[in-house]
């Protein structure tokens, strides 16, 4: 499956990029791509750590939107790569925060699948006033659940993937994954942290889709993809995504008042439908759609098709169906 079969906007190049420094530590990469006085949309990748693609800005007709990306701490393009440290949800917020202000945008609509649906919420519920609405994508609330599914439940539906995944790591160790993992994907030994990495981004990148694409699954191999996805994945769910138990759903008061689309594949393992549907029970003014063909991953026809529907509902009315 290649980008052209999805029923996505044609492939466009950004207007503009740079790098934003936002500490001592953490350096990020932006662009802007479409209509530089057009309807200002922000695109927050998954992982955390997977990083932005050009393939990101066909969700939005470029004729209408100024479509904003970043590269969140740790990922892609920002600097340096797979950095955990001085790396959690609040200062996630704070960046998407300056890099509004930086742009001169008084609000936008918020798009975020898997986890940028999560920090997509968090930031909306922190800065309820900046965004006009959200499309929100496989959802991910960073429950204790949910992490423990990540870790362990997936190997009721990919076990052979699960076992690999396991046996990287000491047999004495198996019984806590997610620790025996972290003490590796933190080593300061790239020879350490890069294996364990790749392992971890494989064993994700094996479940995403309803059918499996191998060149997907080596795409999370490479060291671009694998060293962000596998170290900051782990640290945040490590540390419950800096937020108290289940502080996206208690919080939902805050942005029930904003039009809202969830799509939800029917079959998703990564992140499974039941916190789509928690979602929606919270928040029952947001549309929840469920795609009865896919998968986790939004390049799939069916939710690609949905969320670029979503996106041209608001630009044609400003809510979504």
């Known amino acids: 499956m290649t980008a052209d079969t999805f029923p996505l906007f044609p492939a466009i190049e950004a207007n503009r ?47 209408h939107y100024r479509i904003v990306l970043f590269d969140q701490r740790g990922a892609g393009k920002s600097l340096p790569l797979g950095e955990y440290r001085d790396n959690t949800t609040p200062l996630l917020v704070n960046d998407i925060e300056k890099i509004r202000v930086m ?21 909306g519920e922190a800065h309820p006033e900046r965004c006009l609405g959200f499309v929100l ?7 204790k659940a949910e992490v423990e599914w990540f870790v362990n439940g997936m190997k009721f539906f990919f076990p052979e993937v699960h076992q690999r995944f396991a046996e990287a790591v000491p047999a004495e160790e198996r019984h806590d994954l997610l620790t025996a993992y972290t003490k590796r994907l933190f080593s300061d030994d790239p020879a350490v942290y890069i294996e364990a990495a790749r ?34 994945e782990a640290h945040y769910m490590l540390h419950a995504a800096f937020m108290r138990e289940d502080q996206l759903i208690q919080d939902i008061e805050r942005i029930r008042h904003l039009p809202a689309v ?60």
């Open 17 to 63: 990029s740079g790098m934003l420094k936002v500490d001592d530590t953490h350096t990020l990469y932006w662009e802007e791509s479409g209509n530089p006085q057009g309807q200002p949309v922000l695109f927050l990748h998954g992982g955390p750590g997977a990083g932005t693609s050009p393939t990101h800005r066909r969700f939005f007709d470029p004729v």
């Open 199 to 232: 392992n971890w981004s494989r064993y994700e990148g094996s479940c995403i889709f309803l059918k499996p694409q191998p060149d997907t699954i080596a795409d999370f191999e490479s060291d671009a993809i694998c060293i962000g996805l596998g170290r900051l």
């Open 262 to 321: 969830i799509v939800q594949g029917r079959y998703d393992v990564v992140c499974p439908p039941v916190s789509a549907y928690r979602l929606h029970q919270a928040w029952p003014e947001a549309s929840l759609q469920m795609i009865a063909d896919a998968g986790h991953s939004g390049s799939e026809p069916g939710i690609a098709e949905a969320l670029v529907r979503a996106t041209e509902q608001f630009r044609q009315s400003g809510r979504f169906e």
């Open 137 to 143: 994508r496989g959802i991910f609330l960073c429950t």
């Open 103 to 123: 742009l001169g945008i008084e609000q936008w609509l918020v798009f975020g699948g898997s986890w940028g649906s999560t920090l997509a919420l968090a930031y």
